[in-house]
């Protein structure tokens, strides 16, 4: 069999890296995938005793276990593998080994994408248009920051998390900016200051109070709204807000609404029947600790979200904690 052909690395867009080998001397510094037409096929062929799976587990392990390092990253570069912490076992069950049979690697990445939750990214169904073109936020990115319950804190008989997100519009600054992406870097340092602590997301008591805000002139156009169980952390929110994207923040424009409703307390029990299902009521601004997690731009024209700050270590964000 003759030796493989080798592929250099590729930049974030694909494309190959120019080849640093020396063709004339046989001398190679890096990989190198040479020129192939019709004319000239690649002869590479497969061995007679090649063994797909394990090949299989050759390629995918370290691509697996790679992955499996990063939602980790939490633990030092020499952890060693030890069930002594909930977290620590949990890694030990979901790094594939050279051993694995395969429904211990189907096991293994079922444990990491499926339930511990890497693989889905908080993906949501919309149902109707996403746009938003309206004056005055039409090319003006949008920073959106995002709360959830931690899992512990959830009881057994809920079956879901509670979670908020809050945004503002960069007025300053439009999708073909030339400097967006510094001024984006420089946010992601600001939310590092103001919403982590000890690389842990600020906790913010969701409750029954609604305390709005609009300021159109510096990105609230729509009156943003956050759920809080005082005045005061509601207001420090949008303070922490206005001085990420470095804004003046007006108490003026702060309304607060307190509704007659209550908020829901203990466990809820009542249930309603829906299109012939009986389904449990929802909490109503029940009182609970929400947690930041990650803060992201979306920017009019580019596809995909820009992560700013992550502490799931699902993403891959501008700026590491």
């Not at 096929?41 to 797909?52: A, E, K």
């Not at 959106?144 to 007025?171: C, G, I």
């Not at 002139?217 to 807000?241: A, C, M, R, W």
Request: charged share 20%.
């Amino acid at each position: 069999m003759s030796d493989p052909i080798l592929v250099p690395p590729r930049d974030e867009q694909g494309k190959q890296f120019p080849a640093t080998s020396d063709v004339t001397t046989g001398a190679t510094k890096t990989p190198f995938t040479p020129a192939i037409t019709a004319a000239t096929p690649p002869t590479d062929s497969l061995p007679d005793n090649f063994q797909p799976f394990e090949h299989l587990q050759e390629v995918y392990i370290p691509q697996h276990n790679a992955l499996v390092r990063q939602y980790f990253s939490d633990h030092a570069p020499d952890w060693k593998p030890n069930i002594a912490t909930a977290r620590s076992s949990l890694r030990v069950a979901c790094t594939m080994l050279d051993s694995d049979n395969q429904l211990m690697m189907s096991l293994r990445h079922h444990l990491l994408f499926d339930l511990l939750g890497y693989g889905k990214k908080n993906l949501a169904v919309y149902y109707g248009s996403r746009e938003n073109m309206d004056l005055p936020v039409e090319g003006h990115p949008k920073i959106v920051f995002y709360f959830s319950q931690d899992s512990q804190s959830v009881p057994a008989t809920q079956d879901y998390k509670a979670d908020a997100e809050y945004s503002v519009r960069l007025m300053t600054l439009d999708n073909t900016s030339a400097n967006l992406r510094e001024k984006l870097i420089e946010i992601a340092n600001e939310i590092k200051v103001l919403f982590l602590s000890d690389k842990q997301g600020i906790i913010h008591a969701k409750g029954n109070l609604c305390i709005s805000y609009k300021d159109t002139k510096h990105g609230f156009p729509n009156g943003s709204k956050v759920l809080s169980n005082n005045e005061t952390d509601g207001i420090s929110i949008y303070q922490k807000i206005c001085n990420v994207v470095d804004v003046p923040f007006d108490e003026l424009k702060i309304n607060v609404g307190n509704p007659k409703k209550p908020s829901t307390t203990g466990t809820v029990t009542e249930t309603q029947v829906i299109m012939g299902k009986t389904r449990k009521k929802r909490a109503y601004r029940r009182v609970v600790n929400i947690r930041f997690r990650y803060a992201y731009a979306l920017i009019p024209g580019e596809p995909q979200p820009v992560f700013l700050v992550d502490t799931t270590n699902r993403y891959n964000p501008l700026v590491k904690i």
